[in-house]
């Protein structure tokens, strides 16, 4: 019977953000899993979206035997406490040492590949180095990686195999670990000897936003990998990076594993000049808040279905904190909401003391509340004042829902108390948890039919694309004041490999 020792842990830390990642973010997960450890980890992921339950089925399929260890993942936020790494190591490293007595014949890591933690710029890195140590240099150690990873030389030295997510929004996730499975199979298959892996760093960051794989370059760049795979009967990979960690291997790299290392290394080579040849068209274009609310507006007026804008900036998935307000003021300014008929709405604003109260009010009554915060940003100053105003309690919530959405189907999230809100016809969702905008469903447990609107803001950057651009006219992306530099040229680097340009 072939034993699989399995674990999961993911963060995606912007070094520039507000807020760290505590023990506290790990173990009530906000719009990841809760931290979970044994049996109830892999019953709890076995039916969700990501690379862990496309791995257990597949793991199922073949008959292996999967020995779970612990899962832990927070929001995307500033770095990692050392307490929580060395929690979150020292759990993973304990059950291998214990399930080693018994018997592992591989690992299987569902890791994001660009955490940080205090102390430790290369926490993937670190943890493969300690489970290698105890693993062996025999055993093969398998493992799946966010398409956003910044892949680092230890973690191609310390796994045997890599493969990263290839959609952006992240559709392929349970693929993503099924693939892996594959990739394992062939190693346990009396084929660990004659792999070679090989890696091209790309010397240019990524803007988030233009790491689309709906769009030009991203989507070329990720047909040809397929193309190319298929073709030489490689494992290919694209870790596009996550360029907002200001650490010497942020950035995007290339990377596979063959039997041929010529074929490997000339695919890599044909890769990386469709990448770098293609450098300009990695920029996106910004928009300011007014700028986009007013197009937004004139769009919306012969629209007949909503108009998106994304609140890049503060994207909770990138480090945000859901709370500031550049583009609520904007839409206030504008009145978009009475120009709309109250057609307008906008979420999730991250703020437990105004949900609170709205809850507390209860649907129907009228309250003063101050709605989201002005934080810090990379520059040194502050982003928009909170928005001063009387609204109208619409809807409340206790913030527990399951999820259905092309990125989200299975996923239970915990909000804590949500409310809807409006003031000049624009309707806030106000929550106790932050998550960024990636589901429909998160609209309408608040009751908001997404497509019945013509303006919506979303806290988000890439995401929201799988689950609403079906239903949206034009998407635009709006460049408020927020923790997530858009523009990757405009932080302050001081630890960056100096070859990496900031931008494209």
């Not at 929580?84 to 890591?109: H, K, P, Q, S, W």
């Not at 206790?398 to 016809?425: F, I, K, N, S, Y």
């Given at each position: 019977m072939t034993r699989i020792f399995v674990a999961g842990f993911h963060h995606e830390t912007n070094t520039f953000a507000p807020s760290v990642a505590d023990w506290a973010a790990f173990e009530t997960g906000s719009g990841y899993p809760p931290f979970l450890r044994g049996a109830a980890m892999l019953e709890a992921h076995r039916a969700g979206p990501l690379a862990l339950a496309?791995?257990?089925?597949?793991?199922?399929?073949?008959?292996?035997?999967?020995?779970?260890?612990?899962?832990?993942?927070?929001?995307?936020?500033?770095?990692?406490?050392?307490?929580?790494?060395?929690?979150?190591?020292?759990?993973?490293?304990?059950?291998?040492?214990?399930?080693?007595?018994?018997?592992?014949?591989?690992?299987?890591?569902?890791?994001?590949?660009?955490?940080?933690?205090?102390?430790?710029?290369?926490?993937e890195g670190e943890l493969l180095a300690r489970l290698r140590a105890l693993a062996g240099p025999a055993r093969p150690i398998v493992v799946s990686l966010d398409l956003h990873a910044n892949l680092s030389a230890a973690m191609l030295r310390h796994a045997s195999a890599l493969t990263a997510y290839r959609t952006y929004p992240h559709v392929d996730m349970r693929e993503t670990g099924a693939r892996a499975a594959a990739m394992l199979a062939r190693r346990l298959a009396g084929a660990s000897g004659g792999w070679h892996t090989a890696a091209r760093r790309v010397h240019f960051l990524l803007p988030l936003n233009a790491q689309c794989t709906l769009v030009e370059p991203a989507a070329s760049v990720m047909a040809r990998l397929a193309a190319l795979e298929a073709r030489h009967g490689l494992e290919l990979g694209f870790a596009m990076g996550f360029s907002a960690a200001d650490i010497a291997d942020c950035g995007p790299v290339l990377f596979g594993h063959g039997r041929d290392a010529a074929a490997l290394q000339a695919a890599l080579d044909e890769l990386h000049e469709e990448v770098t040849g293609r450098r300009r068209e990695w920029a996106v274009p910004l928009l300011a808040p007014a700028e986009a609310v007013e197009r937004a507006l004139a769009l919306a007026a012969g629209a007949g279905r909503p108009v998106l804008i994304a609140d890049t900036q503060d994207n909770p998935g990138a480090g945000g904190d859901a709370n500031t307000t550049g583009l609520l003021h904007a839409l206030l300014a504008a009145r978009a909401g009475e120009r709309l008929g109250g057609a307008v709405a906008l979420g999730l604003l991250f703020d437990p003391?105004?949900?609170?109260?709205?809850?507390?009010?209860?649907?129907?009554?009228?309250?003063?509340?101050?709605?989201?915060?002005?934080?810090?940003?990379?520059?040194?100053?502050?982003?928009?004042?909170?928005?001063?105003?009387?609204?109208?309690?619409?809807?409340?919530?206790?913030?527990?829902?399951?999820?259905?959405?092309?990125?989200?189907?299975?996923?239970?999230?915990?909000?804590?108390?949500?409310?809807?809100?409006?003031?000049?016809?624009?309707?806030?969702?106000?929550?106790?948890?932050?998550?960024?905008?990636?589901?429909?469903?998160?609209?309408?447990?608040?009751?908001?039919?997404?497509?019945?609107?013509?303006?919506?803001?979303?806290?988000?950057?890439?995401?929201?694309?799988?689950?609403?651009?079906?239903?949206?006219?034009?998407?635009?992306?709006?460049?408020?004041?927020?923790?997530?530099?858009?523009?990757?040229?405009?932080?302050?680097?001081?630890?960056?490999?100096?070859?990496?340009?900031?931008?494209?």
């Open positions: 496309g791995f257990a089925a597949e793991a199922d399929r073949r008959g292996w035997t999967l020995l779970p260890s612990a899962w832990a993942g927070a929001m995307p936020s500033n770095r990692i406490t050392r307490d929580a790494f060395e929690r979150i190591a020292g759990t993973i490293a304990d059950d291998l040492r214990e399930a080693l007595r018994d018997g592992v014949d591989a690992l299987f890591l569902d890791l994001h590949g660009a955490a940080v933690a205090e102390g430790c710029d290369d926490a003391e105004a949900a609170r109260a709205a809850c507390a009010a209860g649907v129907g009554a009228r309250l003063a509340l101050s709605i989201g915060r002005a934080v810090p940003t990379w520059g040194g100053a502050l982003s928009d004042p909170p928005v001063q105003a009387e609204v109208r309690v619409q809807a409340v919530h206790d913030g527990e829902l399951h999820l259905h959405g092309p990125m989200t189907d299975g996923l239970h999230a915990r909000l804590g108390p949500c409310a809807r809100v409006e003031l000049g016809g624009v309707q806030v969702l106000l929550a106790s948890a932050k998550m960024q905008m990636l589901d429909a469903d998160l609209f309408r447990f608040l009751g908001v039919e997404p497509a019945r609107m013509k303006l919506l803001v979303l806290k988000s950057s890439v995401h929201f694309r799988a689950a609403f651009a079906p239903l949206a006219g034009p998407i635009l992306v709006a460049k408020a004041p927020g923790p997530m530099a858009a523009d990757p040229g405009e932080l302050p680097w001081t630890a960056l490999d100096p070859r990496t340009a900031v931008r494209p």
